[in-house]
């Protein structure tokens, strides 16, 4: 009996030691995210797993798991994200974690005008780039079918978006995807407070991002909700589990991000 109660008193130790290094791992270092939406096409894919830099921008309450389990106020070891980066933040109502890109930073004037972004008055170009096709069906775990610029084109068709290569003022380039018009391709100006920063999906049609208000939308983000970096695509699936091997997208593994 003794020996019993030695041998499960181990077991549970080694369990809470493994929790406490990983709970440590996932608080400081990076943290594992699935994307679940369309809403950053084709940079990121329904499927992709990715691992967030937490070290990128420094630590808050926000960076542990649960917010009681850092009392800390701000920012420590504060470092400061630059345009273009994708972020991982917590929602500041939803509470849950949204990834983005970062186009407004404090002080920042951000505009759209007929599907086109302007940063402090200056046009972020598109150039054309082809087109983005995918097949029109159930897509993740919620099955849920894209949104597309060719009207109806049926389960098993090809679903249809523009694509461009969009560059900041700064000279930072990546992708994005144009469906159709909507209501916030065209904005009035938003000026960024200081200490909250701007985002934008890359599939901009398909975004409810910080040109939509809370909660509905991100709005503007106060830093100490910003997660971390994410700067490689690890994994991804097209399937609805990472373990249907044979919907592994081989292409995709360690692709770096833009």
Known sequence: MSSFKNSA??????????????????????????????????TLLI?????????SYGYSKYSC??????????????????????????????????????????GDKIQMKDSVLFINGEEAKQTPDGVFVETFEGQGRAGNTPRCSN????????????????????????????IGETRVDNTSVFTVPAGQYFFLGDNRDNSADSRVAQPVGVGFVPEEFL???????????????????WTWRLDRFYEKIN
């Not at 549970?12 to 990076?30: C, D, E």
């Open 9 to 42: 008193t181990e077991t549970v130790k080694t369990v809470v030691y493994a929790l406490l290094i990983a709970g440590i791992f996932r608080s400081f270092f990076f943290q594992p995210f699935f994307i679940p939406s369309s809403s950053m096409k084709d």
């Open 151 to 178: 009207p109806a084109p049926g389960l098993g068709g090809q679903c249809i978006k523009e694509k461009f290569i969009e560059t900041f003022p700064d000279g930072h380039a990546h992708s994005i995807l144009n």
């Open 47 to 55: 499927g992709d797993f990715l691992f967030v830099n937490k070290m």
């Open 65 to 106: 798991p649960f917010a009681f389990m850092c009392p800390v106020s701000g920012r420590i070891l504060d470092k400061a994200p630059e345009r273009g980066d994708v972020v991982v933040f917590e929602h500041p109502t939803q509470h849950r974690a949204f990834v983005k890109r970062l186009v407004g930073l404090p």
């Open 227 to 245: 997660l971390g970096r994410v700067d490689r695509v690890m994994f991804s699936a097209a399937g609805k589990s990472l373990l249907f091997f």
